[in-house]
């Protein structure tokens, strides 16, 4: 069971409550600045951390926007909230920081009053309280994450110089749906098609084609929120048939395409 909640006037606002049984995510990046909270039962976080992290009720994870990660439950049920905020609207509000820890990577943090911050922002986004207020909330919040140690944490190792040999793969990736070959791509920016897959790993987390349909379902959730219909939405990515999209969709998000477009 999963509800959403969006605010205009606050932008790439989108808040979530959500309760789990079983494994849900595959491994996935937001375009927005994320901050999660675990309310009750245990999951295992992974990503860029060393190894698989247990999060235990209570904990605040904080997660930049091209981060790639994955929280399943650990063992039976939990409960977790999500908030997803534009990112260089978050960066305005930590007074323009660019330098700031919680834009370098994943970070745990295993503060009480932290998750009491997080649940009372997310309350007043799900009832509908005013922007001005949200968005004092989530200055206080920025600053108080920012002090806060965390329990675990991992930076960010992007490399530039792949990521910029990497860009015309990436851009097809993203725009091309005629589904190009690997072999074909690789050759593009002289590369073999192992070394291609390496390559993408190395710089993003992602092989090429989960990279791919990441890309896509981040353009779906944008196009859901506009109200466009779902349908179209699968045509316009180049998913086969809604069908495909569906289980996609949900692999991604942990929610069905019409329940999170509603």
């Not at 205009?8 to 600045?33: I, K, M, Q, V, W």
């Not at 981060?67 to 509000?93: E, S």
């Amino acid at each position: 069971m999963a509800e959403f909640c969006r605010r205009a006037g606050l932008p790439g606002l989108e808040a979530r409550r959500s309760c789990r049984e079983n494994t849900c995510y595959r491994p996935h990046a937001h375009d927005s600045f994320s901050i999660g909270a675990v309310d009750t039962g245990s999951s295992v976080l992974t990503g860029p951390l060393d190894g698989k992290t247990r999060l235990e009720p209570g904990d605040v994870i904080v997660i930049p926007a091209g981060q790639v990660h994955a929280c399943n439950p650990d063992h039976g049920q939990w409960r977790y909230q999500m908030i997803h905020v534009d990112q260089d609207w978050a960066t305005c509000l930590m007074q323009g920081r660019i330098s700031s820890p919680l834009l370098d990577g994943i970070r745990v943090l295993r503060h009480p009053d932290l998750h009491s911050r997080v649940s009372a922002l997310n309350d007043a986004i799900f009832t509908d309280g005013a922007l001005e207020t949200i968005t004092s909330q989530f200055a206080l919040l920025f600053t108080e994450l920012e002090g806060a140690a965390p329990e675990h944490a991992a930076a960010a190792e992007a490399d530039s110089d792949l990521l910029v040999r990497l860009a015309p793969v990436l851009q097809r990736l993203r725009t091309d749906l005629s589904n190009p070959a690997l072999t074909e791509l690789a050759e593009s920016i002289g590369m073999t098609k192992y070394q291609l897959i390496r390559a993408m790993r190395r710089a993003t987390g992602l092989s090429p084609l989960a990279w791919r349909q990441n890309a896509r379902i981040v353009r779906a959730r944008h196009m859901l929120r506009q109200g466009r219909p779902i349908a179209e939405t699968a045509h316009m990515l180049g998913f086969s048939d809604q069908s495909h999209f569906h289980r996609v969709f949900r692999a991604h998000v942990a929610a069905s395409p019409g329940s999170y477009r509603e």
